[in-house]
C-alpha cells in the first residue's frame, strides 16, 4: 500500500533512486506520493492530484506491478519464469507471454547484446541475492551452451525451453513494470513521475512546468548528478521512459579485481569496456530497459546507433574518463551540469 501525502514537490524519492535522481520544481502543484517494493528494487511515484484522487492510481500501480513481478521473476520460486526455468516447458498467462515474445523479439534484433536466455550463467554470479562469487571458467563455459532466444519455442499459451535453457527478465522487468504503470496512468488520466530502479516514467504534462530528471553521476553519490534532462510534453497522455544501465550499480571485488553484474553475452563475463554508463529514452518502458543494457554491452558504434534511430528517441553514453556522447534525438533535452568532470564529445568511433 502506498503511502500519500499532500506535499508540495518535496522528494523523497532522490533517497532511493538507484540510477536516476529526480529534479522538482516548487511550482505549487498539489501531489501525492508514495513508494513501496518490488522486482528487488524501491518504487516510487509521485501523482499529481490531490490525495483523494491519486490515492486509488498509487495502490493499482503498486499492485500491478507486484501482480507483474509475480509472473517474471526469476528469483521467486513461484513465478512462472521460475516454475518454466525448472520444468522446462509450461503454459504461461497473457502478460508473461507477452514479456517474453516483445523480449526475445528484441534479443534478435540486437544481435544477442541482450539475451534473456542468459539466466544458467547470471545464477552462477549470484548479483541477484546478497553474495555474489566469481565462478569457475568450466561452470561459465557450460552455462552458455543452453543460451539463445531461437531456442525458445512459444506456442498458444505454451513456452518451451531449450536444454538446460534458464530465463532471465532482469535487464527488461523494471522496464515492463513502468509500463504496467503508464496503463494505470493512462486510465486515470493523471500526470505523474515513476521511478522503478535505474528506470524513470515521465507520464503526462507536469502542472506548472517541464519535467527535469538529473542523471547520476557514476562517480558520486546516490544523489548526486552530472546532467540532466528536460522534457515539456505537448499532449496530456504522452510518456517518457528513461532507462540507466551502469557498471558501478552491483559490484564485488575479489583478489584485487572489481566484477559488475552487466554481463556480456558472448564471453559470460562482466562485459569489459570504457564505458561507465548508458542512457536511453523511448517511448515503451521494456524496450528502453533493454536498450540501456545492450548498447552498454555494445559499446558506442554506427550498430548502436542503428539501434537507437529504430527504437529509441535518443541516448547518452558515459565513459569512465569523463567524456559524454549524447544523441543528436536528446540533445535539445540535455543539460551538463558538471563541466568540470565531465565533456561533451562529437566523436564516437
Known amino acids: 500500500m502506498f503511502r500519500a501525502d499532500r506535499a508540495r514537490v518535496a522528494s523523497a524519492a532522490a ?34 492530484a490531490d490525495a483523494d484522487a491519486a490515492q486509488p492510481v ?55 547484446r541482450l539475451d534473456i536466455t542468459l539466466g544458467a550463467v547470471t545464477s552462477l554470479w549470484g548479483f541477484a541475492g546478497d553474495a555474489p562469487r566469481l565462478p569457475a571458467a568450466e561452470e561459465i563455459s ?42 494505470v496512468l493512462k486510465n486515470a488520466g493523471l500526470p505523474a513521475v515513476i521511478s522503478f530502479g535505474g528506470t524513470v516514467l515521465l507520464y503526462g504534462q507536469k502542472p506548472g512546468g517541464s519535467w527535469s530528471v538529473g542523471l547520476r553521476d557514476p562517480f558520486g553519490g546516490q544523489q548526486d548528478y552530472f546532467a540532466t534532462l528536460s522534457f515539456a510534453p505537448e499532449t496530456g497522455d504522452s510518456a517518457v521512459f528513461i532507462s540507466t544501465s551502469g557498471s558501478y550499480e552491483k559490484t564485488f571485488t575479489e583478489n584485487g579485481k572489481t ?28 524496450t528502453a530497459d533493454a536498450l540501456s543494457t ?10 548502436s546507433l542503428g539501434w537507437i534511430n529504430s527504437h529509441l528517441t535518443g541516448a547518452a553514453f558515459v565513459f569512465s574518463d569523463g567524456r559524454v556522447y549524447v544523441t543528436p534525438g536528446l540533445r535539445d533535452a540535455f543539460s551538463l551540469t558538471d563541466e568540470a568532470r565531465f565533456t561533451l564529445t562529437e566523436n564516437y568511433d
Open 294 to 303: 545492450a548498447l552498454f554491452v555494445n559499446g558506442l558504434n554506427e550498430t
Open 15 to 48: 533517497a532511493v533512486i538507484v540510477c536516476i535522481v529526480f529534479l522538482f520544481s516548487a511550482c505549487g502543484a498539489e501531489s501525492a506520493s508514495g513508494s513501496s517494493f518490488a522486482m528487488g528494487s524501491v518504487l516510487t511515484a509521485r501523482i499529481y
Open 58 to 112: 498509487l495502490n493499482d500501480i503498486y499492485s500491478g506491478v507486484n501482480a507483474l513481478d509475480r509472473l517474471i521473476s526469476a528469483t521467486d520460486e513461484q513465478s512462472e519464469i521460475s516454475r518454466l526455468n525448472a520444468s522446462g516447458s509450461g503454459v504461461c498467462s497473457e502478460d508473461t507471454l507477452r514479456v517474453l515474445s516483445d523480449s526475445l523479439a528484441l534479443c534478435r534484433a540486437l544481435n544477442g
Open 142 to 183: 557450460a552455462a552458455l551452451q543452453t543460451k539463445g532466444p531461437d531456442k525458445v519455442q512459444i506456442k498458444n499459451d505454451t513456452v518451451t525451453l531449450g536444454g538446460g535453457q534458464k530465463l532471465d527478465p532482469g535487464a527488461v522487468g523494471k522496464g515492463a513494470g513502468c509500463d504496467v504503470a503508464c496503463g
Open 259 to 286: 566484477y559488475h553484474h552487466i554481463l556480456d553475452p558472448d564471453t559470460g563475463y562482466p562485459v569489459e569496456t570504457d564505458l561507465i554508463a548508458v542512457t536511453a529514452v523511448g517511448e515503451n518502458g521494456l
